[in-house]
């Protein structure tokens, strides 16, 4: 680390197989919280449905760790607490004139000129009881490279604004609005609340997109919002239909 203090400690490594791997082998010695692991690079990083993530030197790769008391069903709306944090972030460097480009694409990416430029995987890695759970909120951000086989167009921060952004910079700023939001959130009181805040930068908001089920299924239609347990809504000529677990494209 350069000379910036966070207000969470932090666990830094040259390379690693996955931040999100390393925080549960640390479930037994590790018990103050919440606490960073940083590395450089990881040789198996991973992403939803444990999709393999391309994680290139000199971009960000980290996972924030921390405990938390409260119910099973309200542990979702880190995903969107999350990638409010990024956008803040990423908001701290590039000029106003950039700020409309970041947009937050359902359920858990960060996209800048319509390519994706980093995600969000939020891991329960253990539970004591319904209500004490450790979680593993994993985050990677393209800053300078974009990886090379993805599903989705992909790019990187430094491409798209030619911004060159640090990545201990980039934790310094990260680690102090990942905890704001979370204080914000209040343990789901402000759910609401943090579910506007991400609707209005939503990307693909009121267009018509393709919905791909993990049946392989498709559906098309308009995306008019998120409902409050954080499931895509679909405007189809039938009716309104909702989705929790999909992948969505702009339609052609």
Not at 219 to 237: A, C, M, P, Q, V
Request: charged content about 30%; glycine content about 6%.
């Amino acid at each position: 680390m350069k000379n910036y203090k966070l207000n969470s400690t932090v666990l830094k490594y040259k390379e690693i197989d996955s931040t999100n791997n390393e925080a549960v082998r640390l479930l037994d010695k590790k018990k103050s919280f919440p606490y960073w692991i940083i590395a450089e690079k990881q040789t198996a990083g991973k992403g939803r449905k444990n999709r393999y993530w391309d994680s290139l030197v000199g971009n960000f790769m980290g996972t924030y760790v921390l405990e938390i008391n409260l119910e099973r069903k309200f542990l979702p709306h880190l995903t969107f607490v999350s990638a409010l944090a990024i956008y803040d972030t990423i908001k701290k460097f590039i000029s106003n004139r950039n700020e409309k480009i970041v947009q937050l694409k359902w359920p858990n990416d960060l996209i800048i000129n319509k390519s994706k430029c980093g995600g969000v995987l939020i891991e329960n890695i253990s539970s004591k009881k319904e209500k004490n759970h450790i979680i593993a909120i994993g985050i990677g951000v393209n800053l300078t490279k974009s990886p090379s086989k993805t599903t989705f167009p992909s790019s990187n921060i430094f491409e798209e604004t030619n911004i060159k952004i640090d990545p201990d910079e980039f934790l310094f700023e990260l680690d102090k609005n990942i905890i704001k939001k979370i204080n914000f959130w209040k343990n789901g009181l402000n759910y609401e609340a943090i579910l506007k805040q991400w609707i209005e930068k939503a990307f693909l908001l009121n267009k018509e997109i393709s919905v791909s089920l993990p049946n392989g299924k498709k559906e098309k239609g308009i995306f008019t919002s998120i409902d409050n347990e954080g499931g895509l809504i679909l405007k189809t000529k039938d009716k309104n239909k909702i989705f929790y677990a999909a992948e969505i494209f702009e339609s052609l």
